[in-house]
């Protein structure tokens, strides 16, 4: 148990480039952090500028990417943090494993699909990256040349059409309230937007 009397969970958000991992989690993160829980975010991205430089994007070297996240993701809840982590992770298998790791070891593994459709994200294309995909610039584009398998039971479906980002961090936070991994947001601002 940590100081404020919670264990350290990891929450794994899994979905299309674009879809709204990162910002969510930044925006859960700001909440918890007023909480006074601990709380890191561990990004694919800038996993992949060090620890994961060596991997590309082949079926093997996704897997990996993600077993590594995971294995760091387990470190760090297991000393007390909600993790959240931001990975595509396109693989039903590897979450899976990752899920079990947790599992195995008594931590709480929250898996949220950020279902927002290719569509959408395409539209969004925050990083222009759905454009060199479609223009060839980009082989094995998760949804556009490479599968993306949705999870089959996670614990959330967040969609994020037509929302907040904040929004969608508060019903994140409503599901780790009632899981007791988070306090429920008092009256009123949970609904701010
Ligand atoms: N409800 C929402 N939640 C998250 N992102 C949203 C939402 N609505 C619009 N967006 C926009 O969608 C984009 C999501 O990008 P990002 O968070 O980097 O996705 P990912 O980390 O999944 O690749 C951002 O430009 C963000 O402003
Ligand atoms: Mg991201």
Redesign the pocket.
């Known amino acids: 148990m940590s100081v404020e009397g919670r264990p350290g969970a990891t929450v794994w958000f899994t979905?299309?480039?674009?879809?709204?991992?990162?910002?969510?989690a930044r925006s859960l993160q700001a909440c918890l952090g007023r909480q006074g829980r601990r709380t890191y975010v561990l990004d694919g991205d800038d996993l992949r500028e060090g620890l994961n430089s060596d991997l590309g994007f082949s079926a093997e070297d996704r897997a990996e990417n993600v077993r590594r996240v995971g294995e760091v993701a387990l470190l760090l809840s297991r000393a007390e943090h909600l993790t959240l982590v931001?990975v595509i992770s396109p693989y039903a298998a590897g979450r899976e494993q990752v899920r079990r790791r947790h599992e195995r070891s008594g931590v709480e593994f929250v898996e949220v699909h950020?279902a927002t459709p290719l569509e959408v994200c395409e539209a969004?294309d925050?990083?222009g990256l759905y454009r060199r995909a479609r223009a060839g610039e980009i082989e094995r584009f998760t949804g556009i040349s490479d599968p993306y398998e949705p999870p089959v039971a996670p614990e959330v479906v967040l969609g994020?059409t037509g929302?907040?980002?904040e929004?969608?961090a508060a019903e994140l936070l409503a599901h780790l309230a009632a899981r007791r991994l988070a306090d429920p947001e008092p009256a009123g601002s949970a609904s701010r937007r």
Request: overall charge positive; hydrophobic content about 15%; proline content about 10%.
């Open positions: 979905g299309l480039s674009g879809s709204g991992k990162s910002t969510v931001t950020v969004r925050p990083k994020t929302r907040t980002p929004d969608c």
